[in-house]
C-alpha cells in the first residue's frame, strides 16, 4: 500500500523512469544544441548556468519535477516516463524559459508546428495540474497575519473594442499598455504559495479582485489577515496596507513581507512567457501562468528559499537599528 497524498488519496504509483540532476542536465543541454564536447570541457558551475538559462530552474529542480509528475495521484498531471517523455517534458521547460514562436521550436527541436505545440502545452497543464498538491493553504498559522497579496501583471496583445482604440478594463499600469492580472497569496510564516485567483483583466483595480474574486471571503471564513500595498485600502479589517500611524517595527514587517512577496513575482518573470507579450488566449494563459507559478514554488523549496520575516527577526532587526 502506498501512502496517502494530500487530499487523502492513496498513491502507489512510483517513478519509472529515474533521472538524476547530472543526467538531466546533459539532456537538457544536448536537447537545446550544446554538443556533447561543450558539455563535457564546462566547468560545473558553467553548465548548471546554461541549463537553468534554457529551462528556468536547476537540473535537480526539473528532475524533482519530472518525478512527481509519474507519482503523483492527479491524473490530469501524470505522466508514464520513458526517454521520449523526458524530451517532451524539457521542450515544455524550456517553451515555458524561452516562450519561442512556433517556427522556432519546429527548426530547433525538428517537430512540426502541430506536434510542437501539443507536446510543449501538453507539458504545461500536466505542471499547472500539480497545483492540487503543490498549492495549498493549511490551518498552521501561529496568529491573525497569514498572508502577503499582491497582483501581478502580464502584457497581453491590445484586444479589438466595439468603440474605443483601447480597452479601459484590459489596461495595465504596471505594463503600459493591455495586460492580465492574477492576485497571489503567500504565507508569512514559511514560503509557501498559498492562493491564485485568476486570470483578471489587468485594469480592474486590486481591491475589487480582492473584495469579488474570493479572497475575503476566505479571510473572513478562517479570521485570518493579510498584508498588501497601496492598492488593498478600503478592507483594514482583512487586509493592511501602509498606515502613516504604524510604529517603526510594524512599518519594518509590513515591508519585509511586501518585498518577499515581490521576491516571488521576480521569479515568476524569469520566464519568458509571462515577461514580454502573451500571444495566445485567455485560457492557455492561466496554464502558462500557473504552471509557471508551480515551477517557481519548487524553486523556492529546493533552490532559493524565501527569506523568513517571523516577527521575532523583525524585532530583533528594529532593536539593532534603534
Same mark, same amino acid.
Request: positive net charge; aromatic residues 12%; hydrophobic residues 35%.
Given at each position: 500500500?502506498?501512502?496517502d497524498?494530500?487530499n487523502?488519496?492513496?498513491?502507489?504509483?512510483?517513478?519509472?523512469?529515474?533521472v538524476?540532476s547530472q543526467?538531466?542536465?546533459?539532456?537538457?543541454?544536448?536537447?537545446?544544441?550544446?554538443?556533447?564536447?561543450?558539455v563535457?570541457?564546462a566547468a560545473?558551475?558553467?553548465n548548471?548556468?546554461?541549463?537553468?538559462?534554457?529551462?528556468g530552474?536547476?537540473a535537480?529542480?526539473?528532475?524533482?519535477?519530472?518525478?512527481?509528475?509519474?507519482?503523483t495521484? *492527479?491524473?490530469?498531471?501524470? +505522466?508514464?516516463?520513458?526517454?521520449?517523455?523526458?524530451?517532451?517534458?524539457?521542450?515544455?521547460?524550456h517553451y515555458?524559459?524561452?516562450y519561442?514562436?512556433?517556427?522556432?521550436l519546429e527548426?530547433?527541436?525538428?517537430?512540426?508546428n502541430?506536434?510542437a505545440?501539443?507536446?510543449?502545452w501538453?507539458?504545461a497543464?500536466?505542471?499547472?495540474?500539480?497545483?492540487v498538491?503543490k498549492?495549498?493553504w493549511? $490551518?498552521?498559522?501561529?496568529?491573525?497575519?497569514?498572508?502577503?497579496?499582491?497582483?501581478?501583471?502580464?502584457?497581453r496583445?491590445?484586444?479589438?473594442?466595439?468603440?474605443?482604440?483601447?480597452?479601459?478594463?484590459?489596461?495595465?499600469?504596471?505594463?503600459?499598455?493591455a495586460?492580465?492580472?492574477?492576485?497571489?497569496?503567500?504565507?508569512?510564516?514559511?514560503p509557501?504559495?498559498?492562493?491564485?485567483?485568476?486570470?483578471h483583466p489587468?485594469?480592474?483595480?486590486? +481591491?475589487?479582485?480582492?473584495?469579488?474574486?474570493?479572497l475575503?471571503?476566505?479571510?473572513?471564513?478562517?479570521?485570518?489577515?493579510? +498584508?498588501?500595498?497601496?492598492?488593498?485600502?478600503?478592507e483594514?479589517k482583512?487586509?493592511?496596507?501602509?498606515?502613516?500611524?504604524d510604529?517603526?517595527?510594524?512599518?519594518?514587517?509590513?515591508?519585509?513581507?511586501?518585498?518577499?512577496?515581490e521576491?516571488? $513575482?521576480?521569479?515568476?518573470?524569469?520566464?519568458g512567457?509571462?515577461?514580454?507579450?502573451?500571444?495566445?488566449?485567455?485560457e492557455?494563459f492561466?496554464?502558462?501562468?500557473?504552471a *509557471?507559478?508551480?515551477?517557481?514554488?519548487?524553486?523556492?523549496?529546493?533552490?532559493?528559499?524565501?527569506?523568513?520575516?517571523l516577527?521575532e527577526?523583525?524585532v530583533?532587526?528594529?532593536?539593532?537599528n534603534?
Open positions: 500500500m502506498g501512502d497524498d494530500r487523502g488519496n492513496v498513491v502507489d504509483a512510483l517513478a519509472t523512469h529515474i538524476t543526467d538531466m542536465q546533459y539532456t537538457g543541454l544536448r536537447l537545446v544544441g550544446f554538443s556533447n564536447r561543450k563535457r570541457k560545473p558551475l558553467t548548471y548556468r546554461r541549463f537553468k538559462s534554457q529551462f530552474v536547476s535537480a529542480t526539473a528532475s524533482r519535477v519530472y518525478a512527481d509528475l509519474q507519482e495521484a *492527479v491524473e490530469e498531471a501524470r +505522466i508514464n516516463g520513458d526517454n521520449n517523455q523526458l524530451r517532451f517534458f524539457l521542450m515544455g521547460l515555458l524559459r524561452k519561442p514562436t512556433e517556427d522556432d527548426a530547433k527541436f525538428n517537430y512540426s502541430f506536434w505545440r501539443q507536446k510543449v501538453g507539458i497543464k500536466r505542471i499547472r495540474a500539480l497545483k498538491e498549492i495549498f493549511d $490551518n498552521d498559522g501561529t496568529g491573525p497575519w497569514d498572508l502577503s497579496v499582491d497582483g501581478t501583471h502580464c502584457a496583445y491590445e484586444p479589438q473594442h466595439p468603440e474605443f482604440s483601447q480597452d479601459r478594463k484590459t489596461y495595465s499600469h504596471k505594463c503600459n499598455r495586460g492580465w492580472d492574477y492576485e497571489l497569496g503567500i504565507r508569512l510564516h514559511k509557501q504559495l498559498a492562493w491564485m485567483s485568476g486570470p489587468a485594469g480592474v483595480h486590486d +481591491i475589487t479582485v480582492f473584495r469579488e474574486k474570493g475575503l471571503d476566505e479571510l473572513q471564513r478562517r479570521g485570518k489577515k493579510a +498584508i498588501g500595498d497601496g492598492g488593498y485600502c478600503g483594514p482583512y487586509i493592511s496596507s501602509y498606515n502613516a500611524f510604529n517603526k517595527g510594524v512599518r519594518l514587517f509590513k515591508s519585509r513581507a511586501l518585498k518577499r512577496h521576491n516571488f $513575482n521576480n521569479l515568476i518573470k524569469q520566464f512567457i509571462l515577461n514580454g507579450v502573451f500571444r495566445h488566449s485567455r492557455r492561466a496554464v502558462a501562468f500557473e *509557471v507559478c508551480i515551477l517557481c514554488q519548487y524553486r523556492i523549496e529546493n533552490e532559493i528559499p524565501l527569506y523568513d520575516i516577527i527577526d523583525v530583533n532587526k528594529f532593536r539593532n534603534a
